[in-house]
RNA sequence: GGUGGGGUAGCGAAGUGGCCAUAACGCGAUCGCCUCGAAAGCGAUUGGGGGUUAACCGCCCCCCGCGGGUUCGAAUCCCGCCCCCACCGCCA
């Protein structure tokens, strides 16, 4: 949700910023609706004073004069019903409308409309340079025992892995080094109901546009999280928080779930894209002033991490066109497949400036009353891409993969052995 | 799942149809007085959302778990739901 007022204040600068990331529908029905509601407020609101004045006087009156006074403010209430309605329905139209309202994209973010427009930064570390046909995940991890995706079909359709033998122990040893590397810099480490209620999922702002995305459990109301970002942005909605607690940071550990509709024959085989996989999430609740600062750390981290477990990777800031709708600003990390040939995102990092705090209610208290926070949200360790990552970029002539040395403490073994 | 009790400010708690909503009372917090300093004591302050405003002041509206209803008027009465506590049942 963004903030109603800068649409009345300044249409022209909500519109030029929505411009970019490819307009919006109906935006100019919005102020309509906002402005239809804040006149029968208005309206509501005289009447409800003079009602209450007309009911107050009933107490204080005499019983002769009762029975006039009560005639009085029954008209005023039957008056007050029907405008009540009538504001209700226009609060109800302006809610709805507005919940579509994306964020504005941040000043920094590129111009562009498709992925296509999403701008390459840097890229960081050495591609390895290979005198052998290099396999992909696939090959590798059926090969090495480290997933089974027959099986997985079997037990619950396509897109479904069970991760075995070495694969676990990569996994855990993943999950313990990512999160190791955060602690130490202020991040609590949370596990997230990932059964949610639809209020989680508004307030992240991944209802209502992103409904068919999810699983929901239809009998209890509980949606499926797609990312432990909703239980952790969950957390503190409709509280006000202490200025100096602020930054809040958080490491969620979490299985995801996602239905990856319209994703039909893309990455049908192997860990890249599935329906659930387990992930290490950054979340921050910031001061609005420090969001930015707080952006580049998380997206340090992020890199970091990938730099210590030896995968070269690249830099993509996403253009306007290409951002969820929380997103003031998204910057991925693209790791390199030798054995696939191409990137793939392994890690995502959003600024969501005020729009999750305002849909979730998370403030904090300075001298000037309670104000939102801003929150933030970056992959440190997704577990099944970041395997994929790793075993491709590790690979060796005979089949074998080598674990980098910073994660040797957590695998306990240095390499996963030819079979 | 059943029965009983309960959800009011940062916390505890009073209030069972109007004179009880910024809301009694107690605690905590902040500021001031006192003090060399502190404690004690004394005094003051101490919620959120919204409308009006260029903004401030002011004025007004809404918020007693949530949603409906009855009534001129609801924290208070009625209905539904959620959560907490206790006991029972069921399950690990």
């Not at 992103?210 to 797609?226: A, V």
């Not at 580049?296 to 070269?312: D, F, H, S, V």
């Amino acid at each position: 949700m963004i903030d109603l007022r800068l649409l009345r204040d300044d249409p022209d600068m909500v519109a030029r910023a929505y411009a970019k990331r490819g307009g919006v529908e109906g935006l100019e029905q919005i102020a309509e609706l906002d402005a239809t509601y804040r006149e029968l407020l208005g309206e509501v609101e005289s009447g409800r004073a003079e009602h209450n004045r007309a009911s107050k006087a009933i107490g204080r009156a005499g019983p002769d004069e009762r029975p006039a006074a009560i005639a009085e403010a029954k008209t005023l209430a039957d008056k007050l019903k029907v405008l009540e309605t009538r504001l209700d329905h226009a609060a109800r139209a302006r809610d709805e409308a507005a919940a579509y309202l994306p964020n504005l994209p941040h000043e920094s973010v590129p111009e562009g409309l498709s992925e296509k427009e999403n701008v390459v930064d840097r890229h960081v570390g050495e591609i390895p340079q290979f005198d052998f046909a290099a396999r992909d995940h696939v090959t590798l991890g059926e090969q090495l025992g480290i997933f089974d995706g027959d099986r997985g079909v079997k037990t619950s359709g396509s897109r479904f892995v069970y991760l075995t033998g070495p694969g676990v122990m990569l996994e855990l040893a993943l999950v313990r080094f990512a999160l190791d590397s955060l602690l130490d810099r202020g991040f609590k480490p949370v596990i997230p109901p990932v059964l949610v209620k639809e209020h989680a999922m508004f307030g992240t702002g991944f209802l209502p546009a992103d409904e068919h995305e999810f699983y929901k459990s239809e009998r209890d109301g509980l949606y499926l999280t797609g990312t432990s970002e909703v239980g952790l942005a969950a957390m503190h909605s409709d509280e006000i928080l202490q200025e100096s607690d602020l930054p809040l940071r958080y490491a969620g550990f979490s299985s995801n779930f996602r239905r990856e509709a319209g994703t039909y024959g893309k990455d049908t085989k192997g860990l890249i894209r599935v329906h659930q996989f387990d992930k290490i999430e950054q979340f921050s609740f910031t001061h609005p002033e420090d969001s930015w600062d707080e952006y580049a750390t998380i997206r340090a981290n992020q890199e970091r991490i990938l730099q210590t477990l030896e995968i070269p990777y690249r830099v993509v800031t996403m253009c306007a066109g290409d951002l969820g709708s929380s997103a003031a600003k998204k910057v991925d990390n693209e790791a390199w497949l030798p054995g696939a040939g191409r990137y793939l995102e392994v890690t995502s990092a959003t600024n969501a400036t005020d729009f999750q705090a305002r849909r979730l209610k998370v403030r904090f208290r300075d001298s000037d009353g309670a104000r939102l926070v801003h929150t933030l949200n970056g992959t440190a360790c997704a577990v099944g891409r970041t395997i994929v990552a790793l075993i491709e970029n590790h690979q060796r002539p005979d089949g074998s993969i080598g674990i980098p040395e910073a994660l040797r403490p957590y695998t306990g073994f240095d390499e996963i052995k030819a079979v």
